[in-house]
């Protein structure tokens, strides 16, 4: 069922009225509260250059150190929705359900981060923030909550161009982060061993893709697939995906 009206008109009033000021996100959660209940809203800001920044996450966040820390410090290039809005036309909906690839839930990214966030369902709307800046203020159920039902994603999809201008004229006033001189974490894929191919195939493996997924998005037969993972494992000497991963993680701090 739609929120009520008289509700969703008096809360949205609050929401106008708390703009530019502290309140205005806890103002909007009791906004998209009316559709359906969540735990979490939270946010981050990706640059031109392929960074992430803190956009909207509270100082007393439950797990900040995995949720926040860790996704700066390099887990957001794993992320399905850093992928979803890379270039442009993004939908102003985002939904986890609909974006995540099809070994998601088998990934060292989903088993060491994702999952050690309690994220259980997750839906982003994509906020237009200037000079090729784009934001993601997402909206959570944790733990046992069930995931999001298709009708309440439906419903958010129909205010979500509303919502992002809303959120648009609060945040894109903030003053955008300077670029930084540090390598990007997205470096860490590039191994000097690997051709441009196969580093292409590391990152879907990372992601979360199975052989089957990989040679779709890439045009390349399952069994390709699968001849470039042995030949990528042999040369980085490693004999499994979190390995890989761990592999990632070192290059990471490398990188930094």
């Not at 955008?176 to 580093?199: D, K, M």
Request: glycine fraction near 8%; charge should be neutral; include cysteine.
């Amino acid at each position: 069922m739609p929120p009520p009206f008289q509700g969703w008109n008096h809360l949205l009033a609050q929401a106008v009225d708390a703009i530019g000021s502290p309140g205005f996100p806890a103002a909007l959660q009791g906004v998209l509260r009316l559709i359906a209940p969540f735990e979490m809203m939270n946010g981050f800001r990706y640059t031109p250059d392929g960074r992430a920044h803190d956009l909207h996450n509270p100082s007393d966040l439950v797990d900040r150190g995995i949720i926040v820390e860790q996704y700066l410090a390099g887990a957001y290039v794993l992320d399905p929705f850093y992928d979803a809005v890379r270039g442009n036309g993004a939908a102003s909906l985002i939904v986890m359900q609909d974006l995540a690839p099809d070994h998601f839930r088998l990934s060292e990214y989903y088993r060491v981060h994702y999952a050690a966030t309690t994220i259980r369902d997750e839906i982003g709307f994509v906020l237009d923030l200037g000079d090729g800046h784009v934001g993601v203020l997402s909206i959570s159920r944790l733990g046992a909550s069930p995931p999001f039902r298709r009708r309440q994603i439906e419903q958010f999809g129909d205010v979500a161009q509303l919502v992002c201008r809303l959120a648009e004229r609060h945040w894109r006033t903030a003053r955008p982060p300077s670029p930084s001189g540090e390598a990007l974490p997205s470096a860490a894929i590039a191994h000097p061993l690997l051709t441009p191919r196969e580093r292409e195939i590391v990152a879907l493996i990372l992601k979360g893709h199975s052989s089957l997924s990989i040679g779709a998005v890439l045009s390349l037969s399952p069994e390709t697939i699968k001849v470039h993972r042995r030949h990528i494992y042999a040369k980085l000497k490693i004999s499994s995906q979190g390995q890989l991963f761990r592999l990632f993680l070192a290059g990471q701090s490398t990188a930094a």
